[in-house]
């Protein structure tokens, strides 16, 4: 089970202080008020109150209550089905507190009563207001709480006395446990676990994870899918299998955000229209308002066959000199303004050497990226760390004999070797990273990119101060809220301590694969021209210099199934600097 202490708890103080004239900057109470006759799970223990002192007769007022652990709006903590598991005292106070992430799906439920929440509900939810922040208090609106005033439709029995109400399905637990790193999930439902479900599986898959579960909340229609901090209160039972609980949602003031950077703010391009170092001089001479480009030139390395660099350059064949002055040359035809906000594309392709095996080939091609760099006055790198081909990141996929700390010591030396290597530019090098740590599960050893994390620390243990290492945070591909990108601004600052800079990446024809792309129909695009243009205001605001565009279908250069109004939509954005 795995605790930590959230940062949340700083944002209380601040949000209480703000006014509470509107919603904004105000406390939200998500509890249903603890009452005789309100709805129950068959076999819950019901709220009984009795009068025991009376001002008039006893100089005082008091009650005696008698209610169940998990009557009402109430905490499941993973004793209620974990053997051994932590009970309700015992859960850590900075996992009671976090930010808030609502989850809207009234429209399904609407249609099926016995609604299972699915996997692409969050990862639909994510599209448009990012990553699930570590340390988050998930809650789930079905619109079942507009029935608790009358319990017999709040349980929505049928003759046979199965209940009928949404819950999560297993696929999403099991998503929820292994992919991301949530303190609670709550419901505005009697249960987690859907009504027919006779199992409690996705009680027992959260409870096991340490996940603690919060049912019969009220009021979500009042928060913002996020943005909001959670404060859950349950009463502390010692040894209690859970507890009824006050929970309370703390809304950001009007004028409370992230601040935004100042600087110089670049886009740059980067998609399956790339040009190479002899085509990078029409990129610049293009009608487009880019910055720079990335750019993959063609090589021919040691064993003499042909290929893109970044397709070779991390495995066991090395570029040769010939080859680097030959590119050196061919970018002195493009523009040195443009040259000085442009990347060399290099990816973990083919990925074929292991972390103890010889990398002098890797080592050579890094040497090569920089010469290149120093030479053709370049920005720098675009390190693009999604395995494509061998799985490098992955402890699962390396040969055995080795335990899983060797391999993080011996990934984080290797990072160390790559940046000083590529620091020989001996000038200002930025290396813009597709991913950064967030891309790594938090179940290391059996994540596909567990690794990663170690590779990055090697990255950022030596480098000289000239050297600047960056997410590019592809997570932000579809993101279209502003909101969105204030908190992966937050996530990767949180994630990296600090040491790595802010960039954004944008995908106009996102997921276009399935999509599909139309320059004629534009209401059938991901993106709107006016949402594109906006996505991209949002991503310069809270990038650190750079933010980039990605696209398959299309083609900036020559405007090949580029609509016009996304042209423009993006020379808005960029004149707005």
């Known amino acids: 089970?795995?605790?930590?202490?959230?940062?949340?708890?700083?944002?209380?103080?601040?949000?209480?202080?703000?006014?509470?004239?509107?919603?904004?900057?105000?406390?939200?109470?998500?509890?249903?008020?603890?009452?005789?006759?309100?709805?129950?799970?068959?076999?819950?223990?019901?709220?009984?109150?009795?009068?025991?002192?009376?001002?008039?007769?006893?100089?005082?007022?008091?009650?005696?209550?008698?209610?169940?652990?998990?009557?009402?709006?109430?905490?499941?903590?993973?004793?209620?089905?974990?053997?051994?598991?932590?009970?309700?005292?015992?859960?850590?106070?900075?996992?009671?507190?976090?930010?808030?992430?609502?989850?809207?799906?009234?429209?399904?439920?609407?249609?099926?009563?016995?609604?299972?929440?699915?996997?692409?509900?969050?990862?639909?939810?994510?599209?448009a207001n990012g990553r699930i922040a570590n340390g988050s208090i998930l809650l789930i609106r079905t619109g079942w709480g507009e029935r608790w005033p009358e319990p017999k439709k709040y349980l929505n029995a049928d003759e046979g006395d199965v209940l009928h109400y949404p819950g999560l399905s297993v696929e999403l637990v099991k998503y929820l446990a292994k992919y991301r790193d949530v303190s609670g999930v709550g419901i505005d439902t009697l249960s987690i676990d859907h009504?027919?479900?006779?199992?409690?599986?996705?009680?027992?898959?959260?409870?096991?994870?340490?996940?603690?579960?919060?049912e019969n909340v009220a009021n979500l229609s009042r928060l913002p899918p996020t943005g909001a901090t959670i404060v859950v209160a349950p009463l502390a039972i010692r040894g209690g299998s859970g507890a009824p609980c006050r929970i309370l949602a703390l809304l950001p003031a009007e004028n409370e955000s992230v601040r935004t950077p100042s600087g110089e703010k670049f886009l740059i391009e980067f998609g399956w229209d790339i040009p190479d170092a002899r085509t990078l001089a029409a990129a610049a001479a293009a009608d487009t308002p880019f910055d720079g480009a990335v750019f993959d030139p063609q090589v021919t390395p040691t064993d003499g066959k042909s290929e893109r660099f970044s397709w070779m350059a991390f495995g066991a064949r090395a570029v040769l000199d010939a080859d680097v002055r030959r590119i050196v040359n061919e970018l002195a035809r493009t523009p040195a303004e443009f040259r000085r906000r442009s990347f060399l594309r290099m990816n973990v392709t083919p990925g074929d050497v292991d972390w103890f095996e010889d990398w002098t080939a890797i080592l050579t091609n890094a040497r090569a990226a920089a010469r290149i760099i120093r030479d053709g006055k370049l920005a720098g790198v675009l390190f693009d760390v999604?395995?494509?081909?061998?799985?490098?990141?992955?402890?699962?996929?390396?040969?055995?004999?080795?335990?899983?700390?060797?391999?993080?010591?011996?990934?984080?030396?290797?990072?160390?070797?790559?940046?000083?290597?590529?620091?020989?530019?001996?000038?200002?090098?930025?290396?813009?990273?597709?991913?950064?740590?967030?891309?790594?599960?938090?179940?290391?050893?059996?994540?596909?990119?567990?690794?990663?994390?170690?590779?990055?620390?090697?990255?950022?243990?030596?480098?000289?101060?000239?050297?600047?290492?960056?997410?590019?945070?592809?997570?932000?591909?579809?993101?279209?809220?502003?909101?969105?990108?204030?908190?992966?601004?937050?996530?990767?600052?949180?994630?990296?301590?600090g040491r790595l800079g802010v960039g954004f990446g944008i995908w106009l024809d996102w997921n276009s694969g399935a999509r599909g792309w139309s320059a004629d129909r534009l209401d059938k695009n991901w993106f709107s021209p006016d949402e594109f243009g906006a996505a991209v205001r949002h991503a310069l605001d809270f990038s650190d210099k750079y933010v980039w565009i990605y696209s398959e279908r299309l083609n900036w250069w020559t405007h090949e199934r580029l609509p016009s109004a996304y042209h423009q939509a993006l020379e808005k954005a960029s004149s707005a600097r």
């Open 386 to 497: 999604e395995q494509y081909q061998g799985k490098i990141f992955d402890f699962r996929a390396r040969p055995k004999g080795k335990d899983f700390a060797a391999y993080e010591q011996q990934a984080k030396r290797r990072g160390a070797e790559f940046i000083q290597v590529m620091s020989e530019a001996g000038r200002s090098l930025e290396l813009l990273l597709t991913y950064g740590y967030s891309l790594a599960d938090r179940d290391r050893p059996r994540a596909e990119y567990g690794l990663l994390p170690a590779f990055l620390d090697g990255l950022c243990s030596v480098r000289n101060p000239n050297t600047r290492i960056i997410d590019g945070y592809e997570y932000a591909y579809p993101f279209k809220d502003r909101r969105a990108f204030e908190r992966g601004r937050q996530e990767i600052l949180r994630d990296s301590d």
């Open 195 to 214: 009504g027919p479900s006779t199992d409690f599986r996705a009680h027992k898959v959260l409870l096991a994870d340490g996940i603690y579960l919060i």
């Open 1 to 127: 089970m795995r605790y930590r202490v959230s940062g949340a708890l700083a944002l209380v103080v601040l949000t209480v202080s703000c006014s509470r004239g509107d919603e904004r900057g105000a406390v939200v109470d998500l509890t249903h008020p603890l009452a005789e006759g309100i709805p129950l799970y068959p076999g819950g223990m019901p709220f009984t109150i009795e009068r025991k002192a009376e001002l008039e007769r006893d100089g005082y007022f008091m009650n005696s209550i008698r209610v169940g652990e998990h009557t009402g709006t109430h905490l499941d903590a993973p004793a209620h089905f974990i053997a051994g598991g932590v009970t309700v005292d015992q859960i850590p106070a900075g996992h009671l507190v976090g930010p808030g992430a609502v989850i809207d799906v009234r429209g399904q439920c609407g249609r099926n009563h016995d609604y299972e929440v699915t996997v692409r509900d969050i990862k639909e939810w994510e599209a």
